[in-house]
């Protein structure tokens, strides 16, 4: 079972929050202060931590470089302080320092409980990829993670950053059903604001340029479900 450690001295969000990550299927240790985060980091080892910013004692960033320091693999989610929408200087203020600390993300103050589920599902998901191989294979198709090329057959496939980002992702799960919300969540990340269309029209790009030679369909759409790579 995936373990979560969550560090935050509000005693009630604390419990809410543990209450939800429970019903998703992790299992959690809360921390309400910063020396007993440490303590607890280095017992149990956890898959991820979710931080808040305002601690008593040491400060939530403070606590962030120490764990960086004994565990360099594991997600760091930062709670922020509540800002004011639109205020720009204020969010660099907060979130720089804390991905300058360590932190793999943050989440804004008052936030849903949705937001951080998702992105605790995508910190999750992104340090289970570390270990796939820089190269990604389907049929005759070629896709290197590191240099961010893509071939079919010999030839290169000149991809956008989305397309890759998309494409990659389908060849992390071959012959699976890939629904749009999946996409959308895990590929466009929590938070996209617009048409859930917009996935179709991406498949289309993709295919066309992953066909462009006449080659057979390996991008498939299952009608009113999703999409699967698949030969």
């Not at 929590?190 to 295919?207: K, P």
């Amino acid at each position: 079972m995936t373990h979560i450690l969550l560090v935050e001295d509000e005693v009630k969000l604390a419990r809410f929050i543990e209450l939800e990550l429970n019903y998703e299927g992790y299992q959690v240790s809360i921390a309400y202060d910063g020396f007993t985060a440490l303590m607890a980091a280095q017992k149990f080892h956890p898959d991820l931590v979710i931080l808040d910013w305002m601690l008593p004692g040491a400060s939530g960033l403070e606590i962030c470089r120490r764990l960086r320091i004994t565990d360099d693999k594991v997600p760091i989610i930062l709670l922020t302080p509540q800002e004011e929408v639109g205020d720009s200087v204020a969010l660099r203020k907060n979130r720089i320092p804390g991905l300058d600390a360590g932190a793999n993300d943050y989440v804004i103050k008052p936030f849903s409980i949705e937001e951080l589920l998702a992105r605790v599902r995508t910190q999750l998901r992104c340090n289970q990829q570390e270990g796939t191989a820089d190269i990604l294979e389907f049929d005759d198709l070629i896709l290197n993670r590191r240099t961010g090329e893509v071939y079919r057959g010999q030839r290169l496939v000149e991809l956008t950053t989305q397309e890759f980002d998309l494409l990659e992702y389908l060849l992390i799960h071959p012959r699976q059903i890939i629904t749009c919300d999946r996409i959308l969540e895990e590929v466009w990340a929590y938070g996209f604001i617009g048409d859930a269309n917009i996935i179709e029209v991406y498949i289309r790009y993709l295919c066309l340029k992953l066909e462009a030679n006449n080659e057979r369909r390996i991008v498939q759409t299952v009608r009113d479900v999703g999409y699967i790579l698949d030969n």
